[in-house]
């Protein structure tokens, strides 16, 4: 059994950063990828980046060269840097583990 859990959200104003966290705990390996997602209320469950072992990674073309994704495969955590925050980057954030999702972390980016 996974269990995920994120923190880290909050209000941040345009321009800002905040850094997202996600917790876990159970059977979490190294080699499969872990992955952040976000809904915007009205729209879809989009992914934001993904990291696996071996240092691979992926970013949404939305957030490139701006979120960061970072993971300590010994505390079985993952992060979100989240720099040059824009109003369209406000949504629910959501930390998955294969088919195993954390409950999100609200991030509202206005001024």
């Known amino acids: 059994q996974v269990q995920l859990v994120e923190s880290g959200g909050g209000l941040a104003q345009p321009g800002g950063s905040l850094r997202l966290s996600c917790a876990g705990s159970?059977?979490?390996?190294?080699?499969?990828?872990m992955a952040w997602y976000r809904q915007a209320p009205g729209k879809e469950r989009e992914l934001v980046a993904w990291i696996m072992g071996g240092g691979n990674i992926k970013y949404a073309d939305s957030v490139k060269d701006r979120f960061t994704i970072s993971r300590d495969y010994a505390k079985k955590m993952v992060y979100l840097q989240m720099n040059s925050l824009k109003p369209e980057d406000t949504a629910l954030y959501y930390c998955?583990?294969?088919?195993?999702w954390g409950r999100g972390t609200q991030v509202t980016v206005s001024s």
């Open positions: 998955n583990y294969r088919n195993f």
């Open positions: 159970g059977s979490i390996f190294s080699f499969n990828v």
